[in-house]
């Protein structure tokens, strides 16, 4: 199985702030990733897939890069309904489709 | 608008057997693919396995090979996720999620069925 790590594990981030996940795989999945985003009690929402494709209706504010092994998810100004935490995704191999442990953005 | 709505929270005995049902509408239900993720409380995410609701194909997690089954009407536009042999372990929140275009992204998500084994 394909192994996905995220960092930081947490973050403090005020509104505004540019804030910037890092997502890795245990091998190379081309650009076959999706990041998500889930708040307390609610179930995931898909905002990037093919690594840096925005899923419509998420805002233009989240942007996805990387291929192969390493990943980004960068929030360009940090809004009040983004602390939340967030969820990279392989798609590269299955099964299973693997996720990483989570990188939780709360209020600095 | 597409929606996936699921039953409601389950309380089992260890060794019993759990069937959660995920209802579509606002889309062709045979058109998608329907998945099934779960989570433990505090926990991270946990992809257990696909269906293809036109055919009735399947494929499952080797985590939960020969205690899940994932089945569906279409006549009602329903899926179904069973896992049995229920152990402790799999007390979580059960979600099925539908798969756009077969490429293993999940654009839309039920609402989530809390499954609790306690004796």
């Known amino acids: 199985d394909i192994q996905m790590t995220q960092s930081p594990s947490s973050v403090s981030a005020s509104v505004g702030d540019r804030v910037t996940i890092t997502c890795r795989a245990s091998q190379g999945i081309s650009s076959w990733l999706a990041w998500y985003q889930q708040k307390p009690g609610k179930a995931p929402k898909l905002l990037i897939y093919?690594?840096?494709s925005l899923q419509s209706g998420v805002p233009s504010r989240f942007s996805g890069s990387g291929s192969g092994t390493d990943f980004t998810l960068t929030i360009s100004s940090l809004q009040p309904e983004d602390f939340a935490t967030y969820y990279c995704?392989?798609?590269?191999?299955?099964?299973?489709?693997?996720f990483g442990p989570g990188t939780k953005v709360d209020i600095k | 608008q597409v929606q996936l709505v699921q039953s409601g929270a389950e309380v089992k005995k260890p060794g019993a057997s759990v069937k959660v049902s995920c209802k579509a509408s606002?889309?062709?239900?045979?058109?998608?693919?329907i998945n099934w993720v779960r989570q433990a409380t505090g926990q991270g995410l946990e992809w257990m396995g696909w269906m293809n609701p036109n055919s009735g194909n399947t494929g499952y997690a080797q985590k939960f090979q020969g205690r899940v089954t994932m089945t569906r009407n279409t006549s009602i536009s329903t899926a179904y996720m069973e896992l049995s042999s229920l152990r402790s372990e799999d007390t979580a929140v059960y979600y099925c999620a539908r798969d756009p275009q077969r490429m293993g992204y999940f654009d839309y998500w039920g609402q989530g069925t809390l499954v609790t084994v306690s004796s």
């Open positions: 995704q392989q798609a590269n191999s299955f099964p299973p489709f693997t």
């Open positions: 093919a690594a840096s």
């Open positions: 606002g889309y062709t239900f045979t058109s998608y693919d």
